[in-house]
C-alpha cells in the first residue's frame, strides 16, 4: 500500500516539475513560426490538462480519511500512471 501523505508529496513534485516543462514550452512557442506555433499549442493544452487532472487526483488523495485511502490508492496509483504517460508522451512530441 501507498502512504498518502508520500503520494501525495510525490504528486506535489512532480506538478511542479512538469509546471517547468510548460513553461519552457510556452517560452518556444512564443518563438516559434505560425505553423509551429499551432501546434506548440495544441501540446500545451493537453499538457495542462493532464496537469490540471493530476492536481484534482492530488486532492482527492489528501481530501480522503485514512480509511478510504486504503481502498482508493491501487486506483490513485493507476491514475497516476496513465496521467504521467500521457503528459510525458505530449512533452516528447515537442523534442
Given amino acids: 500500500m501507498i502512504d498518502r501523505d508520500a503520494y501525495v508529496e510525490k504528486a506535489k513534485a512532480n506538478i511542479d516539475k512538469w509546471n517547468a516543462?510548460?513553461?519552457?514550452?510556452?517560452a518556444n512557442a512564443k518563438e516559434a513560426q505560425a505553423d509551429a506555433k499551432i501546434e506548440y499549442e495544441k501540446q500545451l493544452t493537453e499538457m495542462r490538462k493532464q496537469r490540471d487532472e493530476a492536481e484534482?487526483?492530488?486532492?482527492?488523495?489528501?481530501?480522503?480519511s485514512n480509511a478510504a485511502w486504503d481502498d482508493m490508492s491501487k486506483g490513485f496509483q493507476a491514475a497516476w500512471d496513465s496521467i504521467s504517460d500521457s503528459f510525458q508522451s505530449a512533452m516528447k512530441r515537442f523534442k
Fill in 56 to 64: 484534482a487526483k492530488m486532492k482527492e488523495a489528501q481530501q480522503a
Fill in 21 to 26: 516543462e510548460i513553461d519552457k514550452m510556452q
